[in-house]
């Protein structure tokens, strides 16, 4: 069974910066497209950024557009989410997911098309 280590969440004031890291715990996830997730209170999960298997394909949510950059590493079998120009309405838990299929060259962006969740790591952003 593989899991997802997310790292790098925290709290930080509005304006600035922090970087979420995801790390399998099996060396099974170059071919597959990987995904971040947020759910806020209240809120339904809601998709924030994808990114293939192979990491040509890369898709944003409307609302980080601009602000917030997905990546991958394959060599140290990593994702990661670089948010800058944190605004308090980005404060949620972030989850990492990778998707049901393996296929290098295809990108996801809803819930339901990732089968492996991670634990989720909290974002807060204050003014």
């Known amino acids: 069974q593989v899991q997802l280590d997310e790292s790098g969440g925290g709290s930080v004031q509005a304006g600035g910066s922090l970087r979420l890291s995801c790390t399998p715990s099996?060396?099974?996830?170059?071919?597959?497209?990987m995904g971040w997730f947020r759910q806020a209170p209240g809120k339904e999960r809601e998709f924030v950024a994808g990114?293939?298997?192979?990491?040509?394909?890369?898709e944003y949510g409307n609302s980080v557009k601009g602000r917030f950059t997905i990546s991958r590493d394959n060599a140290k079998n990593t994702v990661y989410l670089e948010m800058n120009s944190l605004k308090v309405e980005d404060t949620a838990i972030y989850y990492c997911?990778?998707?049901?299929?393996?296929?290098?060259?295809?990108?996801?962006?809803?819930?339901?098309?990732?089968?492996?969740w991670g634990q989720g790591t909290q974002v807060t952003v204050s003014t």
């Open positions: 997911a990778r998707s049901r299929l393996n296929t290098v060259a295809s990108l996801y962006t809803e819930a339901q098309q990732y089968d492996v």
């Open positions: 990114i293939s298997g192979g990491g040509q394909l890369i």
């Open positions: 099996k060396r099974t996830f170059i071919t597959y497209a």
